[in-house]
């Protein structure tokens, strides 16, 4: 046999699904993306991403044999111990055995499941912003908000497999009606579709014409539209008071900011760490020792985190 020198990432999303191979040391070789199609069972889904992967490797003078671990990240709650996704909504996925039926295709290969936000938490700890801090919080805002937590260089998943769900914390009691069930979640206001819903119910007129999304209130607020300044920073100050708690409860050093409202520097990072700081507890805010960075390695991370899961989890 030859000797085993690469990993494999694959972030599984509801859209689309990024398979890469990398060396050990973290360099890619080559990657590429599927489409993900919800109406295909399991089982057909599960081999036409073998299939990929096995043609990527090919294309690349990879004997499959070459390949001792996969890692896999989906958007759900997932238990890593035992490779099984206890809940995926947007691929409508419930108790599935992922690494079960991957381990039918790859043999001899470790497989490891993971949340893709984990993943991706992971994955600026070792290779991107958050490399230096044991203690860090990895927040992706885009559509909604997800979270990935590092405790002492390991990924924090807590006894029910969803630590990191800041999206979900109630931020206004009898607020927002959110899509898990509850209301007033974090995400209802200040997510991609929390900021463009809110703005779409305060000045609609202004939005006609312009592209669906978060990205159209961000236009406006450059043009220096002051509603959707206004709703800008209200925005902000919540996920500051959301990302205040989760440093109080876990004494994080840093906070890295993913996903595409991230690229919104002076709207959106700037006042968060002053919010941040406004809203916390004296005893930490006095130190001054929090770090809000943006996230370098983009929509790759949970791809990438997922090839080198066991360096976050010790399992």
């Not at 494999?8 to 689309?16: A, E």
């Not at 295709?105 to 499941?113: A, C, G, N």
């Not at 995400?187 to 900021?195: F, H, L, M, P, T």
Request: overall charge negative.
């Amino acid at each position: 046999m030859k000797q085993c020198k690469y990993n494999v990432g694959i972030d599984i999303g509801g859209t689309k699904v990024n398979i890469g191979i990398f060396h050990k040391t973290g360099e890619i070789v080559d990657k590429v993306k599927i489409a993900s199609q919800q109406s295909e069972d399991i089982e057909t889904f599960i081999d036409r991403v073998g299939s990929e992967l096995k043609r990527l490797a090919e294309n690349c003078n990879i004997h499959i044999d070459e390949i001792d671990f996969i890692g896999i990240g989906v958007p759900g709650t997932v238990d890593m111990r035992h490779g099984i996704v206890e809940y995926c909504p947007n691929l409508f996925w419930d108790m599935i055995p992922l690494k079960e039926y991957f381990q039918t295709i790859f043999l001899k290969q470790e497989i490891m499941v993971i949340q893709d936000s984990w993943a991706g938490a992971l994955a600026e700890h070792e290779f991107g912003a958050g490399i230096g801090y044991a203690d860090m919080a990895c927040i992706t805002l885009g559509t909604g908000i997800g979270g990935g937590i590092i405790v002492n260089n390991r990924i924090f998943a807590g006894a029910m497999h969803c630590a990191g769900e800041i999206g979900h914390i109630i931020i206004e009691k009898d607020g927002r009606s959110c899509n898990c069930g509850n209301r007033g979640c974090l995400e209802k206001y200040a997510s991609g579709n929390g900021i463009y819903d809110q703005a779409m119910e305060l000045f609609p007129e202004r939005l006609e014409g312009m592209r669906d999304g978060a990205e159209s209130v961000f236009e406006l607020a450059y043009q220096g539209y002051e509603p959707a300044l206004e709703l800008i920073e209200q925005s902000v100050q919540m996920l500051a008071m959301g990302l205040a708690n989760l440093v109080g409860i876990l004494s994080t050093e840093a906070i890295i900011i993913s996903g595409g409202l991230c690229e919104h520097e002076e709207l959106i990072l700037k006042p968060l760490q002053k919010y941040i700081l406004e809203y916390g507890y004296h005893s930490w805010t006095r130190q001054n020792r929090l770090a809000v960075k943006q996230a370098k390695l983009g929509s790759d991370a949970p791809m990438i985190g997922a090839a080198f899961l066991y360096k976050g989890t010790g399992i």
